[in-house]
Structures are given as C-alpha cells and as structure tokens.
Nanobody, 124 residues
C-alpha cells in the first residue's frame, strides 16, 4: 500500500512559481503512475497532470500545459510539480495520487492512493 505525503504549498503572487513535492513509500514506485489533481473552493476536483514512473511519460491538462512541469526523482521516490506563471485561478488544494498501472489516467477514481493535499494560494 502506497503512502503519499505532499509538501511545498503556500502563498505566491501572480506570475510567481512554486514547487510541490510528493514523497511515495510502501511499495515499488516503478509500477506507478503518479497524478496531480486540484480542487478549488466550491468546485470539483480536477486533473492537473500525471507521470509514468517508468519512462517518465507525462500528460497535462490544457489549463496548465506550458506552465507546469511534472518530474520524478527515483532516488528519493519523490514526484514534483513545478508550477510557473501562476494565476489566481490556480488557487486550490493540490493532491498527489497514485495508481498501479502502466497507463496514465485523467479520472480521479482510477487512482487508488491519495495524499492529504496542500494549499496553493495565488494572490492577484
């Protein structure tokens, strides 16, 4: 069973950057797809992006493509979400999630394991 712990959220001004981390433990990460989701207040949780641990293939939501980058560090069993050119509409609680699969998925119910979430607030 995977355990995911996120860190790195906070308050940033429009145009700024933040990097979120998600440390995975409990099982072989090489078999995982790691996803990032976010949920703004009053809205449904939405897909941000994901990465296949093996091979490093990535997929991004249109709203963050060219601004956000997902990477992984196999030595640290950690996935990162580098967020650049942040906008107020990026304000949300960001969640790291994992699924045991070779295929990236955008649907949250396909992810079995979830972190506790970390708040990102972008001020205008």
């Amino acid at each position: 069973q995977e355990q995911l712990v996120e860190s790195g959220g906070g308050l940033v001004q429009t145009g700024g950057s933040l990097r979120l981390s998600c440390a995975a433990s409990g099982g072989p990460v090489s078999r995982l797809v790691m996803g990032w989701f976010r949920q703004a207040q009053g809205k449904e949780r939405e897909f941000v992006g994901a990465i296949k641990w093996s091979g490093g293939d990535t997929l991004y939501a249109d709203s963050v493509r060219d601004r956000f980058v997902i990477s992984r560090d196999s030595a640290e069993n950690t996935v990162y979400l580098q967020m650049n050119s942040l906008k107020p509409e990026d304000t949300a609680v960001y969640y790291c999630a994992a699924r045991q699969s070779v295929r990236i998925a955008m649907t949250e119910n396909l992810y079995m394991y979830w972190g506790q979430g970390t708040q990102v607030t972008v001020s205008s």
